[in-house]
């Protein structure tokens, strides 16, 4: 009923509140060792996690509109303001829910914001040129041409040789 009710757009605090509490008792029923009641199986498809968006606010959505932080939430503030975040008040700790999150009810359809993260080194600053690092591998670079052409002369060598004493190869 709170799903539909606030399907048009964002929820107040107190919604978000309770929305949490209401998952972080089904995160106790899912670890519990009795049988999930037939009505969990239809929670992936109803708007019910409070989740974070940028331009609209807090809104509830289903498991596939919205990322997981990770566990020790190094990208969660870094994207909080580009994506969809799982958003709970300060009432309810994540480590509440994961287990509800991880249950086989939603284990295939929640995604983790870390497994998502395509990192890119990008080079800030001025360019320097090291000139310690330069010297040191400009002392290799006759080094490693010899190197690189006594092995080619060996290998054409072997091969001339294989020639001789296979005529047909």
């Known amino acids: 009923m709170i799903s539909d009710r606030c399907s048009s757009g964002p929820v ?3 919604v978000q509140e309770y929305v949490a509490e209401i998952l972080a008792d089904i995160s106790d029923v899912v670890q519990s060792p009795m049988t999930l009641p037939p009505s969990f199986t239809t929670l992936p498809q109803v ?3 409070p989740v974070h968006v940028p331009s609209e606010g807090i809104v509830l959505r289903s ?3 919205f990322y997981v932080p990770d566990t020790p939430s190094k990208y969660a503030e870094v994207f909080r303001g580009r994506v969809p975040l799982l958003d709970l008040p300060d009432s309810v ?3 509440r829910i994961r287990p509800l999150l991880e249950s086989k009810i939603f284990k295939d359809r929640i995604r983790y914001l870390d497994d998502h993260v395509t990192k890119q080194s990008v080079p800030d600053g001025r360019k320097v040129l090291d000139t310690a690092a ?3 591998y400009s002392s290799r670079v006759a080094y490693i041409a010899r190197y690189t052409l006594l092995a080619a002369v ?3 060598r ?3 040789m294989l020639m001789q004493f296979h ?3």
Do not use: I, K, N, Y
């Open 154 to 156: 060996a290998t054409v």
């Open 47 to 49: 708007a019910v996690f």
């Open 63 to 65: 498991p596939d509109g």
């Open 158 to 160: 072997e091969r001339v």
């Open 167 to 169: 005529p047909s190869g």
């Open 12 to 14: 107040p605090q107190d």
């Open 93 to 95: 700790p994540m480590a």
């Open 134 to 136: 330069t010297d040191l």
